[in-house]
């Protein structure tokens, strides 16, 4: 079946550290997958997506490619800022429509 | 265009009330998901559908719950009786069914506590 994995938070960084939050996925056939993120008191909100393997991903200074081959979408941001705090799901559209997401990571920028 | 709207957006009953929140998808969009959110379960799939055909409720926790699509552009999503550990965010979602490369649109929730 179809499933995604996401690191588990919360993640504390300071301000300009580099970020990384892993995703993984099980999927049958060639999903698509996609960021969120959700920022307090609000919907989830698309952040970036990819739909096919290789692609990679970007807005806002982050990216995540879409790995095959190790099944990652991991997102990635080379110096956060206080406004990234938020809460961040990976998910997966496969065949039929169907989304899975993951479980949430929360992020902290420390000034 | 508008984006998935959502009402009320706050709503504060007393347990055994009925509740019923409203969701009007995006024009165009035909499939609608229903999502609850709490601290302790995170983000749970209630129920979607397709066409306005109920196409997985597996999700919806009990028979409290329904869910109808009337049309292309509303659903509603009914609590009755409620109950304290209802209170939650739930969220409506709107998507293309058969772009497959296509996210979903998510509303910005309404806020449910049960007392």
């Known amino acids: 079946g179809n499933s995604v994995t996401q690191m588990e938070g919360p993640v504390t960084l300071s301000e300009e550290a580099f970020l990384t939050i892993n995703c993984t996925y099980t999927a049958t056939g060639y999903p698509s997958l996609f960021w969120y993120v959700q920022y307090p008191g609000e919907g989830l909100q698309l952040l970036l997506k990819a739909t096919k393997a290789d692609d990679k991903g970007s807005n806002k200074g982050f990216e995540a490619t879409y790995r095959k081959e190790t099944t990652s979408f991991h997102l990635e941001k080379g110096s956060v800022q206080v406004s990234d705090s938020a809460v961040y799901f990976c998910a997966l559209r496969g065949f039929g429509n169907q989304f899975y997401f993951g479980t949430g990571t929360s992020l902290t920028v420390i000034p | 265009d508008a984006g998935v709207i959502q009402s009320p957006r706050h709503e504060v009953t007393e347990m055994g009330q009925e509740v019923t929140l409203r969701c009007k998808p995006i024009?165009?969009?035909?499939?609608l998901f229903w999502y609850r959110q709490t601290m302790m379960r995170g983000l749970e799939l209630l129920i979607y559908f397709n066409n306005n055909v109920p196409i997985d409720d597996s999700g919806m926790p009990e028979d409290r719950f329904s869910a109808k699509m009337p049309n292309a552009s509303f659903s509603t999503l009914k609590i009755q009786p409620s109950e304290p550990r209802d209170s939650a965010v739930y969220f409506c979602?709107?998507?293309?069914?058969?772009?497959?490369?296509?996210?979903?649109?998510f509303g910005p929730g309404t806020r449910l506590t049960v007392t």
């Open positions: 024009s165009g969009h035909n499939s």
């Open positions: 979602a709107s998507s293309p069914r058969d772009i497959y490369s296509h996210e979903q649109y």
